[in-house]
């Protein structure tokens, strides 16, 4: 039996999907893999009490809630982390091992979430957090403006 929690949450993601997406989603071959990431990342992040909402709009900018796969950066997973800072247990070759974002010992849900957390932490407000996880403010307004607006969102849709 799924609890009303999960149902809670899974329905949050269609909305939150639905209300970032241009067509309707109906017509989205990955629907389900993006309610699936969506609800990943939210457990993750209650799991870690990092903001659900900053999350997943970092999430949403990275990857459209998709796995994504491997970047020409070398970042991966929804959250498009750098493993070689945040997975640094990983050893070996880097290989995704199916399309569940999971590399070989590094969990891209679990490192991704810590990663916005970390610089949550380390951040005063929203704009700076989004900026410092990008990296910079200045090559990256619009983006970093368009993320904090969609945390906007998604908290009313959360609410």
């Known amino acids: ?3 009303v929690s999960t149902l809670k949450i899974v329905f949050n993601c269609y909305l939150i999907i639905n209300s970032f997406m241009d067509e309707p989603m109906k017509n989205d071959p990955d629907v389900l893999e993006r309610v699936q990431v969506c609800r990943d990342l939210t457990l993750e992040a209650e799991k870690q009490n990092v ?7 970092i999430a949403w900018s990275e ?5 994504a ?4 950066s070398n970042c991966s997973g929804p ?15 880097w290989s995704v091992q199916k399309a569940d974002g999971h590399l070989e010992n590094c969990n891209l849900y679990e490192r991704g979430v810590f ?6 932490n380390k951040s005063k407000t929203l704009t700076q957090t989004v900026c410092s ?3 910079d403010c200045k090559t990256r307004s619009l983006y970093v403006k368009r993320t904090v607006k969609n945390i906007t969102k998604i908290k009313r849709i959360l609410r």
């Open 63 to 67: 990857s459209n809630f998709t796995n």
């Open 79 to 93: 959250l498009q982390i750098k493993y070689k800072y945040w997975c640094p247990n990983a050893k070996g070759l």
């Open 115 to 120: 990663t916005v957390g970390w610089y949550r």
């Open 51 to 57: 903001p659900t909402s900053l999350v997943l709009a």
């Open 133 to 135: 996880y990008w990296g």
């Open 1 to 3: 039996m799924i609890e």
């Open 69 to 72: 796969g491997t970047n020409s």
